[in-house]
């Protein structure tokens, strides 16, 4: 067997490596980064990075 054909080979099996990959991605039906009440978690979110925030402006600064 010449370089050429183990060439080709490698090349074969890493398209077929790569579309297994997309195959099994697209197959998966799981969206585990969205939720369905993102929308509120979001505003819960905020709401509770500005009470921090308003915490931090009522604290005395810290000395060293």
């Not at 297994?20 to 991605?25: D, I, T």
């Not at 509120?40 to 709401?47: I, K, N, P």
């Amino acid at each position: 067997m010449n370089w050429g054909t183990k060439i080709v080979i490698t090349l074969a099996l890493f398209i077929a490596l790569i579309v297994s990959f997309g195959v099994y991605m697209v197959s998966k039906d799981t969206d585990s980064l969205v939720a369905e009440d993102y929308y509120e978690r979001g505003l819960q979110y905020d709401s509770l990075q500005r009470l921090d925030s308003l915490q931090e402006a009522k604290t005395p600064p810290r000395q060293h």
